[in-house]
């Protein structure tokens, strides 16, 4: 139990994340722990590497990184054996990184994540399935889903909030504001029509203003939110709403709790998964039945 796995996106922020687990390994070193650093990618990772358990998993990189790492080990190893996991927020939004409070910002991050790897603090957070995969934080369908998609269209290499503007007017200028039917535990909760849906474990979404604003990570629990959209006024006033908090009292707006939730549209709709492209509608989204352990500071 004291192997430390790293698992780092080498160009997160730029370059720095594979100097980072390179330190965190050294430091890992120096507290008589065994760090293994790994930069491939997760969805390409081999189980013969993983024979031992891990006393935790460092994952350096955003959100879409920590999700892939997430699924990866789950599938390989059993939600029993998955390690505690330590968040280094390395990405655009990093909204696990928010959500556990956790910030690494200073000259001694590795100091500070060793660190908390032997205090052992850990939360247990709900994990749920969208179409089979994995995510820990918020589905999106409809338009919000389409900028996921067209930024992944675009894109060349790492990013920042400034690399949404293109994709965001290429989205909103192509959006046809279709209809969709949001299905949850076996009951119809916003019957055949134009709009957009939010379904997660987490309040925080974006630059952080809450979508979910009920939401627990560890309930058991998924909050559901759909939103009336049929054109770019309805937009912008849902965002000016819910920048404020008060979307959820809007007319027409659902919002719900449960297990399991199924989206259905006339057309293919986008979607994303933890701010990642998650292909199109239909969607099925199911809480599983287990947890995952997060290790937080002592102060978070």
């Not at 955003?62 to 390690?83: N, S």
């Amino acid at each position: 139990m004291n192997e430390v796995w790293i698992f780092a996106n080498p160009i997160a922020g730029r370059g720095k994340g594979e100097r980072l687990a390179k330190r965190i390994a050294a430091r890992a070193s120096e507290a008589n722990l065994n760090p293994i650093v790994i930069f491939d990618r997760a969805d390409t990772l081999d189980a013969a590497r993983f024979k031992h358990d891990a006393r935790a998993a460092v994952v350096i990189g955003g959100d879409g990184t920590l999700r892939t790492v997430c699924d990866a080990l789950v599938t390989i190893l059993g939600p029993e054996r998955v390690p505690p996991i330590v968040v280094v927020p390395m990405g655009t939004a990093n909204l696990m990184g928010r959500h556990l409070d956790v910030d690494w910002r200073d000259k001694n991050v590795e100091e500070r994540v060793v660190a908390a790897i032997l205090a052992n603090r850990t939360v247990q957070l709900d994990v749920a399935k969208a179409n089979e995969k994995l995510f820990l934080l918020m589905v999106g369908v409809g338009i919000d889903a389409q900028i996921v998609h067209e930024l992944d269209r675009v894109r060349s290499g790492p990013i920042d909030l400034t690399s949404y503007i293109l994709p965001a007017a290429l989205a909103l200028q192509a959006y046809q504001y279709p209809s969709i039917e949001v299905t949850v535990d076996d009951r119809t909760v916003f019957p055949m029509g134009p709009g957009m849906a939010f379904v997660g474990n987490v309040p925080e979404y974006g630059t952080g203003f809450p979508v979910l604003t009920q939401a627990r990570s560890d309930d058991g629990l998924l909050d559901i939110c759909v939103l009336p959209i049929r054109s770019y006024q309805e937009i912008l006033k849902m965002g000016l709403l819910a920048l404020a908090g008060e979307h959820t009292e809007a007319e027409g707006v659902v919002y719900v709790k449960g297990k399991h939730v199924r989206i259905d549209a006339l057309e293919q709709v986008p979607v994303q998964i933890d701010g990642d492209p998650g292909g199109h509608t239909p969607l099925v989204i199911d809480l599983l039945p287990f947890h995952l352990p997060f290790i937080v500071p002592p102060k978070a």
